[in-house]
């Protein structure tokens, strides 16, 4: 079985300043990793992924994650953010071995961001 | 289509009443979850279908649950004699196999009075 953790609840930050979401999962098999963004009600939207190959994905609006095995993280991070990232933001696992597989959601960070 | 629709976008039952969640997936998508998204709770599994089958039931929290898809396309979930503590978004999602990505919709934010 697969678990996610997600380190903080809440983030407030100033725009324009940077940003981390802290990301760290479970798994006793391989998994594929992803960001999912929620903005005030709306639906989830998929932000970025990790499936096989470079360890650091991007994403268009400036968010990048860095798969990191040995740590079990898939941390999120951008350099500067903007108002219109106030979102709830949502890491989430599924076992490679079942193409099938469920996702398996963290709790979610809220990230608040102020002028 | 081009995304996944779900219908009603809000529904607001009355305790004891029965209520059918509707979603219709990305064309050509052969996986379809369902997940419920609660204060505190987060984002539950309820069940994955495969096609027509539901290899994965196991997040469904009670047999007053449950969910049916026809032609490999649209999925109905159920709930029957509803409680509050249904209240809640309802979220589907569909993948193509091997593809990794799921694409969800907007929900149906079911109101148990």
Redesign the interface.
């Known amino acids: 079985a697969q678990s996610v953790t997600q380190l903080d609840s809440q983030v407030p930050v100033f725009e324009e300043a940077p940003v981390e979401l802290r990301c760290n999962y479970s798994s006793s098999v391989s998994v594929y990793l992803f960001w999912y963004v929620q903005y005030p009600n709306q639906g989830l939207q998929l932000l970025l992924k990790y499936l096989s190959g470079s360890t650091l994905v991007e994403s268009i609006n400036g968010f990048e994650a860095e798969f990191n095995k040995s740590q079990t993280s898939f941390h999120l991070r951008k350099p500067s953010v903007h108002i219109s990232d106030t979102a709830e933001y949502f890491c989430a696992v599924t076992a490679i071995y079942n193409q099938g597989g469920k996702l398996i959601f963290g709790q979610g960070t809220e990230l608040s961001v102020k002028p | 289509g081009a995304g996944v629709s779900q219908s009603p976008s809000n529904k607001v039952t009355e305790k004891g009443k029965d209520v059918e969640l509707r979603c219709d997936p990305i064309s050509g998508h052969t ?1 379809l ?1 369902w ?1 419920r998204q609660s204060l505190g709770q ?2 539950e ?1 309820l069940i ?1 279908f ?1 096609g027509n089958s539901a ?2 039931k196991s ?1 469904l929290p009670s047999d007053r649950f449950s969910a049916e898809r026809t032609g490999g396309s649209v999925s109905t979930l159920t709930i029957q004699r509803t409680q509050q503590e249904d209240s809640a978004v309802y ?1 589907c ?1 569909s993948r193509e ?2 593809d ?8 149906t934010r079911l109101t148990v009075v």
């Open positions: 996986a979850y997940y987060g984002l599994f994955y495969q290899p994965d997040g979220l999602a196999t091997g990794g990505g799921y694409t969800f919709g907007s929900g």
